[in-house]
């Protein structure tokens, strides 16, 4: 068995309590039985509370400590469990992580755990992936500005509740 990395990602803090780290990991070892691999626990690297949507790639630490480490130990294969966990921004995990280290390494492997071959930036299916999951992050955006500007904006001036005299 191959010993290969595997990279898990939670965007938000809002995650902790839904097992989110916990469920990466156990798709992305069940999908690392399947091909005859291993990722033990050195080899998974997770980035907390790190959004994929405002944080280019570059930006995202433990994703560039694994392309740093996936060079220096001459590993070339790293599971994601999906893909809206590389990136929701449609293009900088491409420029910041993959095309570098496909340089680097030209037998170069990155999966998720939702398909059996190995993830190609140019595949039209991938690319169309990549866009809606930007899309769906761009109207989370939107809409939460939006709810924060009507907030802002209203009218009543509302104060804190006390009780009298104080307020």
């Known amino acids: 068995m191959r010993t290969e990395f595997g990279y898990i990602r939670r965007s938000s803090y809002k995650q902790l309590e839904n097992n ?4 990466q990991k156990t798709r992305i070892r ?18 907390d509370a790190t959004s994929a949507f405002s944080k280019r790639a570059s930006q995202r630490k433990e994703l560039m400590r694994l392309k740093h480490r996936m060079i220096e130990s001459n590993v070339s294969c790293v599971i994601f469990s999906e893909i ?3 990136d ?3 293009y ?4 910041d992580f993959y095309l570098p280290l496909s340089r680097h390494m030209t037998d170069l492997e990155v999966f998720t755990t939702d398909a059996d071959d ?10 169309l992936a990549l866009l809606l999951f930007r899309q769906e992050s761009e109207i989370k955006s939107e809409r ?13 001036v509302k104060r804190p509740g006390s009780s009298v005299p104080y307020g």
């Open 20 to 23: 989110s780290v916990e469920l």
């Open 30 to 47: 069940e999908f690392a039985n399947r091909k005859g691999l291993i990722v033990p626990d050195e080899f998974l690297f997770i980035e």
């Open 84 to 86: 809206s966990r590389m």
């Open 88 to 90: 929701r921004t449609a």
């Open 92 to 95: 900088t995990f491409v420029q």
């Open 118 to 127: 190995s993830w190609d930036p140019n595949n039209p299916q991938v690319q």
């Open 144 to 156: 939460a500005l939006g709810c924060l500007m009507s907030v802002l904006e209203n009218e009543t």
